[in-house]
């Protein structure tokens, strides 16, 4: 019994084309090499803007919260902090990202800087109490949109609300409460793990 498609060529190649067969019947096909394939799918990306691929506009943020590791031989990456002065090694994979928050508010710090008071979702809480039950007396480094903006000492257990005394503007604060609108509208961030 023939399959009902044959991909093996048949008789080769013949100039630029390819002759194949289906149940009997000859198809031939022009042979266009897999590189131009390519460039055309990667000239259409290029030129598509980035919402017109995604499915609509989506906040620009990244948020994204790290602990200390020990080992520079683990799945780790060096940081350089500079209140205080130090290069550490964190974890590779960040413990939660802006894809687990729930809620934000804002915060006014003791010394007039503004902050925010962050609402994650509960597995989220759990991986940051879990990580920070493990990494006692480590740092903690709360990055967002490439700046570190937080970088305390674990010296107690976290949950799923974290504060950040300063380095959140008002941008970012647009930027969070669009990620969370964004959270919601996909089901949640408890439903996307």
Known sequence: MQP?????PLGGKEGNWYRMSSRGLRLRFPLIPLYSFLGVFL??????????????????????????????????MPLVLTDPEQTIHINADPEVSEHDLIGVEPYLGPNGETG????????????????????????????LNGRIVY????????????VLPRGVNAQDMALLQAMIKENLKRGGPDQLK
């Open 4 to 8: 009902a498609f044959c991909a093996l």
């Open 151 to 162: 970088s305390p000492v674990i010296d107690t257990a976290l949950n799923e609300t974290l």
């Open 116 to 143: 925010a008071i962050l609402r994650f979702s509960h597995h989220a809480g759990m991986v940051l109490n879990a990580a920070s039950l493990e990494k006692m007396g480590k740092i903690l480094v709360v990055s």
């Open 43 to 76: 000239a259409a990306g290029m030129l598509a803007p980035a919402s017109a691929l995604a499915g609509g506009e989506k906040p620009q943020l990244v948020l994204r919260v790290y602990t200390q590791n020990e080992d520079p031989a683990a799945r780790s």
